[in-house]
């Protein structure tokens, strides 16, 4: 089932070409939701956009335009209002048609895109023997989020976690190892570093402190680079351990990605090299091969030059993520390629991007985004740090939201004298915690920075994830108490009569429009908004209109309307990477 404004396009379009002839087949319709009942549920503005081609008044071609326009099936007679606009008003019964169809459908009638892509999202890409801060956690659950919404529609989605798993640091942390444990690369399988970040701030002070040490991790850097048999195993032994305190996280999260670090492309960075010198784009400068950039300037007001190998013959960040790029074009076969990586990088990307066009690599029918997010910051409106100055580690933020969802969750059965078990409790708890951290994140707009809080992301009331949550809850608490089996109410007549039933219909039926928003621009917090008020809608319908105590059919038709509700949000949190729970 295409989506209403889809249906209303459709027809205006058919409209134009009546009234105006062929020429204007390919005109857009230029229609839209209004969300304001004075006017009506979707508005047309295309008399005004066709006034000066036609040479007629805007309210003119707007009555051209009814005259050929055939929506009766869809809307009440369209009206028109103000300078030309054409306002819409959606029938209930066909609002009841619509949700009718949907009963039965596993994805609520959202057909799989008829165009699907090949779509790389390289999202998280913590570095190893790091530990995974608050700043791994917006690209970590914004790119999840995209990746469902894109998976969702169909396309093949390529979860690339893009580690930072190679470099001159690794000399320093090999040489470390091998003077604190001289044994690690005989009993590699059972040794255990313990603490990676306080190994790699100790290795940072020795290397700091004692001159032959930075030669020792120098010589080290060599010998991996070369492919040193055994300064390789200990790079593994690092990469490994790393590796799963990474993925502890990523469970939690319930976060699935396919690691392809900067070492897989090592092999790749000579022939980038060779690539653009024989494309005529590497310039030597001050022994360093490199690409001079379009547009951007030195403080000299030189042309600024893009480092691609370096006068020790080393390579850059930007020479590993050409040939990423090149790899994810040329081999995986993508063709869209989405990083979701700090707004700070934006200039990074913009220069890789431009080389990658004028080396041949990035063509016009291949699409290479930036998605940037802004800073995590704390109550006081700085960066979130912890009351000692330091980066606040992410398992340490989720377990803070946890143990306060818990406790929370304690007040409320204690207040309510309910009884319920360890098991129960701690289920919700993690459940809440991990899931208000999610949505609070989420809901934001990505671009910008917010305000870390867990007293806001944990309340019941307004939009967070406890909030709708409950809303869930709500539903599976009518069919607990009214023994309903949602499932048996396929194909039932529904009826809308009371304007909160309307108002949660036409939202139901918009969901497929915010998805693919939210695949075109790449905004889960559009998401967010769309569920948020699906609860309010929901919860305005459930305090205005009786359910259980009503005659039929009424009563079959509002269960109905609790369950597609209930549905909704599950499917809608779930594209965010939010499990429901049945009760809290």
């Given at each position: 089932m295409s989506s209403i404004l889809k249906q209303l396009q459709q027809q205006f379009s058919l409209a134009l070409v009546a009234a105006f002839g062929e020429e204007f087949a390919s005109t857009d319709p230029l229609l839209a939701p209004t969300n304001n009942p004075k006017f009506g549920d979707y508005q047309a503005n295309l008399a005004m956009s066709l006034a000066k081609p036609l040479k007629q008044k805007p309210r003119d071609i707007a009555t051209q335009l009814i005259e050929a326009l055939d929506v009766s099936d869809l809307c009440f007679p369209p009206e028109i209002a103000g300078p030309g606009f054409i306002n819409l008003r959606l029938k209930p019964e066909f609002l009841q048609s619509q949700l009718q169809q949907i009963q039965g459908s596993d994805r609520l009638g959202i057909a799989p895109t008829p165009h699907p892509e090949t779509v790389v999202v390289d999202f998280s890409s913590p570095n190893i023997a790091k530990e995974m801060h608050v700043g791994h956690l917006r690209s970590t659950i914004i790119g999840d989020a995209i990746a469902r919404v894109l998976e969702f529609q169909g396309h093949d989605v390529r979860r690339l976690n893009h580690v930072g798993d190679w470099g001159t640091q690794f000399g320093m942390l090999i040489a470390y190892l091998k003077e604190v444990y001289p044994n690690a690369l005989t009993q590699a399988d059972a040794l255990d570093i313990g603490d990676l970040v306080s190994f790699y701030k100790q290795a940072k002070i020795r290397f700091d402190d004692d001159s032959q040490f930075q030669e020792q991790a120098r010589n080290n850097v060599v010998?991996?680079?070369?492919?040193?048999?055994?300064?390789?195993?200990?790079?593994?032994?690092?990469?490994?351990?790393?590796?799963?305190?990474?993925?502890?996280?990523?469970d939690r999260l319930d976060v699935d990605l396919n690691e392809r670090g900067e070492s897989f492309y090592n092999d790749h960075l000579p022939q980038v090299v060779q690539d653009l010198k024989d494309g005529g784009l590497l310039v030597e400068d001050q022994g360093a091969q490199c690409v001079f950039l379009e547009g951007y300037q030195n403080k000299e007001g030189k042309p600024q030059p893009l480092i691609i190998q370096k006068s020790n013959g080393g390579y850059n960040y930007a020479t590993t993520d050409l040939a990423a790029l090149r790899y994810r074009i040329q081999e995986d076969g993508a063709t869209r390629i989405i990083y979701v990586v700090d707004a700070g990088q934006g200039t990074h990307f913009a220069q890789v991007f431009q080389v990658a066009q004028r080396a041949g690599w990035l063509p016009e029918n291949v699409e290479a985004v930036h998605v940037p997010f802004g800073l995590v910051q704390g109550e006081d409106g700085k960066k979130l740090k912890t009351r000692a100055g330091e980066t606040v580690r992410l398992k340490d933020l989720l377990?803070?939201?946890v143990n306060r969802a818990r406790m929370d969750l304690q007040t409320r059965i204690e207040a309510e004298e309910r009884s319920e078990t360890p098991e129960f409790i701690e289920q919700v708890a993690e459940g809440v915690g991990i899931s208000s951290v999610k949505y609070a994140d989420l809901s934001q707009n990505r671009t910008s920075n917010y305000v870390f809080s867990y007293d806001k992301m944990l309340s019941l009331q307004g939009n967070t994830a406890p909030y709708l949550l409950y809303a869930y809850v709500r539903v599976q608490g009518i069919s607990r108490k009214g023994e309903i089996d949602f499932e048996e109410l396929s194909n039932c007549q529904l009826i809308l009569s009371q304007e909160t039933e309307l108002a949660l219909a036409k939202h139901l039926l918009s969901l497929s429009e915010i998805l693919d928003e939210v695949a075109q621009e790449l905004l889960p917090n559009r998401l967010c908004q769309y569920l948020f008020e699906l609860s309010q809608k929901f919860n305005q319908f459930y305090d205005q209109c009786p359910v259980l105590q009503v005659e039929e059919p009424l009563r079959t038709s509002r269960l109905v309307?609790?369950?597609?509700?209930?549905?909704?949000?599950k499917l809608g949190l779930s594209l965010l990477g939010i499990t429901v729970l049945e009760r809290m």
């Open positions: 010998k991996l680079q070369s492919g040193d048999a055994e300064t390789r195993q200990a790079w593994k032994l690092l990469c490994d351990q790393s590796r799963r305190e990474f993925q502890k996280i990523y377990d803070e939201a309307l609790c369950d597609l509700s209930a549905r909704t949000l």
